[in-house]
């Protein structure tokens, strides 16, 4: 055996890796150029050029009307985000029946002399919704989110109501835009029948 003939084996074991790792990211390439990826939000043109895209079903959502005042908070949100602060739609294709629930918590307890005194506190928003499609006359999207705010509860009283007041308005806003990427990805990942 010469010096020679260990290298020559290395050479050849080299290339053969080379050959491998060329394969295996040729094999890659070509499984990942099937894949499709789009923003969320985009209005891209269907067949026949005709506009389509999660934007455009998302204007074409009409909430109904809510009870209580954090429900209306969070409706508010939904119908701007949903279309850009124009409102509700005029001949609406989908509709949006959502319930929302609210839960203050105290969550510190502070020891001052006698009295035990709640010194923050959360405020946890819960929205269950559908989507329904009015053509078809089926659901097509539905779930549950929840979202929670925390705040502080000062001594006076008014002040720690509007704490309240505060949180529940900060959790209606993050649920809605919560609720929004919940239905868009809903919208685009649906089949076209």
């Not at 050479?11 to 390439?29: D, I, W, Y």
């Not at 009870?67 to 409102?87: A, M």
């Not at 629930?101 to 506190?121: I, K």
Request: aromatic share 6%; proline share 5%; hydrophobic share 40%.
């Amino acid at each position: 055996m010469s010096l020679r003939e260990p290298i020559i084996a290395e050479q050849k074991r080299g290339s053969f890796t080379r050959l491998a790792l060329t394969s295996v990211l040729f094999a890659g390439l070509s499984v990942a150029s099937a894949c499709q990826v789009r923003p969320l939000y985009s209005s891209a043109e269907t067949t026949a050029g005709v506009p389509g895209g999660v934007r455009t079903d998302l204007s074409s959502i009409a909430i109904k009307p809510v009870n209580t005042r954090y429900g209306q908070e969070v409706r508010n949100h939904l119908i701007f985000l949903f279309n850009g602060g124009k409102g509700q739609p005029a001949l609406p294709a989908f509709s949006m029946d959502l319930i929302v629930a609210a839960q203050a918590e105290s969550s510190v307890l502070v020891s001052s002399g006698d009295d035990n005194e709640p010194t923050a506190g959360t405020m946890t928003l819960v929205a269950t919704y559908t989507v329904t499609d009015f053509a078809k006359g089926r659901v097509f999207a539905s779930g549950t989110r929840r979202v929670t705010a925390a705040y502080d509860i000062p001594k006076q009283e008014f002040a720690a109501l509007r704490a309240v007041r505060d949180a529940e308005n900060r959790a209606a806003r993050e649920l809605a835009q919560v609720l929004q990427l919940a239905v868009a990805q809903e919208m685009a990942t649906r089949q076209p029948d």
